[in-house]
């Protein structure tokens, strides 16, 4: 069974940069699939964040691009989330997510979430 | 991107069937089959219910049905039932190679 589990620290300074991983126990991130970022800030919607596939190749929501960056550790089979100059809008319960793709898109599979608050 | 556009909140009775819309753009739902639909009770993690439109993943009941035209994607619950009770979010794959998410509908059972 493909179980995703989301860490980091539940609260940032403004201006610092957000920190998260995730562990993925089940399947192995370099045999396939792509690799997501998801957030929820508290009583709203979920906001795509981006992804990274088995092979490495990354793709950002256009609205955080600048400040995105996504990245793989296949010997320890987990990936990484850096947001940079956060503010409290930022704040939200961050999930990772295993995203089926090839002729298909969508997410089977979903960490529990973390939540991260911005706040000095 | 703007978000893909759902009704905020749907409501039924016991048994009775509810409809939720979610309608993109010509570059998302109007260009591709990769729609998806999550169901989401309070504090707990999104649930796929429905991907590719219209097809259901193993164990999930054959009340809830998807279908699209043009931009609008639909979910359908029938028979409902008190623990459909949650929040339904559409998401589509992008032109652009991203993803959209729809803005969340409260589904209540009366």
């Known amino acids: 069974q493909v179980q995703l589990q989301e860490s980091g620290p539940g609260l940032v300074k403004p201006s610092e940069t957000l920190s998260l991983t995730c562990a993925v126990s089940?399947?192995?991130?370099?045999?396939?699939?792509?690799w997501d970022w998801i957030r929820q800030p508290p009583g709203k919607g979920l906001e795509w964040i981006g992804s990274?596939?088995?092979?490495?190749?990354?793709y950002y929501n256009p609205s955080l691009k600048s400040r995105v960056t996504i990245s793989v550790d296949t010997s320890n089979n987990q990936f990484s989330l850096k947001l940079s100059s956060v503010t409290a809008a930022d704040t939200a319960v961050y999930y990772c997510?295993?995203?089926?793709?090839?002729?298909?898109?969508?997410?089977?599979?979903w960490g529990q979430g973390t939540l991260v608050t911005v706040s000095s | 991107q703007s978000a893909l556009t759902q009704p905020a909140s749907v409501s039924g009775s016991p048994g009775q069937s509810i409809t939720i819309s979610c309608t993109g753009t010509?570059?998302?739902?109007?260009?591709?089959?990769?729609v998806s639909w999550y169901q989401q009770h309070p504090g707990k993690a999104p649930k796929l219910m429905i991907y590719?439109?219209?097809n259901r993943p193993s164990g999930v009941s054959n009340r809830f049905s998807g279908s699209k035209s043009g931009n609008t994607a639909s979910l359908t619950i029938s028979g409902l039932q008190a623990e459909d009770e949650a929040d339904y979010f559409c998401?589509?794959?992008?032109?652009?190679?991203?993803?959209?998410f729809g803005g969340g509908t409260k589904l209540t059972v009366l």
């Open positions: 997510a295993r995203r089926t793709t090839v002729t298909t898109e969508y997410f089977h599979y």
């Open positions: 089940g399947y192995s991130i370099s045999s396939g699939y792509y």
């Open positions: 990274i596939s088995h092979s490495g190749s990354t």
């Open positions: 010509s570059t998302d739902i109007g260009v591709y089959d990769y």
């Open positions: 590719d439109v219209s």
């Open positions: 998401s589509s794959y992008t032109s652009t190679s991203t993803v959209l």
